[in-house]
């Protein structure tokens, strides 16, 4: 699991209201991921960054942002949310120099009502 | 496109042995991972595949064929506990990116 925490891991909301996911590692990898996993989807990439303050938009980045102001911790911020966007979580991070393998964090399920 | 497609469901008895296959469509090729997902938690590492061939651990076995784009998580001896979902991902070019598939879901039965 490579020391990978995300917070919080239940989350209940409302339509309009804005989340932050936080999702927190402990051995300094550069690589971090944001994914959701809907049935009949896999898993999908919404953000990824490869480095403090360096970050990308995946494939399904609308209506999120992200941000990483430290090497541990990179945070997922759904501005307003939306019923569309209860999922389940997964933050994943890279393993360390020249390792391709993501591991991922426990997970967090959000539902927006 | 890209595109990576599995089976949806399989069903296999205890202590056969089952292959789970993925067919993929990618922008370049840097590896193939299988991860194994029980209900409720995380994806778990199983396997990468990089070059032509089986790679054996255990009772897993993951095999790769890039021309054909083709692959196959072959599982062996099955206990109760290999009920999961099997999850094949492939890293395109850039190596920032994977995509995954939607993941098969094995139902072992006694």
């Known amino acids: 699991d490579a020391g990978i925490t995300q917070s919080p891991r239940h989350k209940v909301t409302e339509t309009g209201t804005p989340v932050t996911l936080r999702c927190h590692q402990t051995e300094n990898h550069r690589y971090m991921y944001w994914y959701r996993q809907d049935p009949g989807h896999g898993l999908r990439l919404i953000h990824y960054?490869?480095?403090?303050?360096?970050?990308d938009k995946g494939e399904v980045s609308d209506g999120y942002s992200v941000s990483r102001s430290k090497t541990e911790d990179f945070l997922l911020t759904l501005e307003s949310a939306t019923s569309s966007q209860t999922s389940v979580y997964f933050c994943?991070?890279?393993?360390?120099?020249?390792?391709?393998?993501?591991?991922f964090g426990p997970g967090t399920r959000l539902l927006v009502l | 496109g890209q595109n990576i497609d599995q089976p949806t469901e399989m069903t296999a008895t205890e202590g056969a042995i089952v292959q789970i296959n993925c067919t993929y469509q990618?922008?370049?090729?840097?590896?193939l991972f299988w991860y194994q997902q029980h209900a409720g938690e995380a994806p778990t590492f199983l396997s990468y595949n990089v070059l032509d061939g089986l790679e054996e651990k255990g009772r897993f076995s993951s095999f790769l064929s890039r021309s054909k784009g083709y692959s196959y998580l072959l599982l062996k001896e099955l206990q109760m506990k290999d009920s999961a979902s099997y999850l094949c991902?492939?890293?395109?070019?850039?190596?920032?990116?994977?995509?995954f598939g939607a993941g098969t879901r094995l139902f072992v039965k006694a």
């Open positions: 990618t922008s370049g090729f840097n590896g």
């Open positions: 994943a991070i890279r393993g360390l120099a020249g390792e391709e393998t993501q591991y």
């Open positions: 991902a492939v890293i395109g070019t850039g190596g920032f990116k994977t995509i």
């Open positions: 960054s490869y480095g403090v303050k360096d970050t």
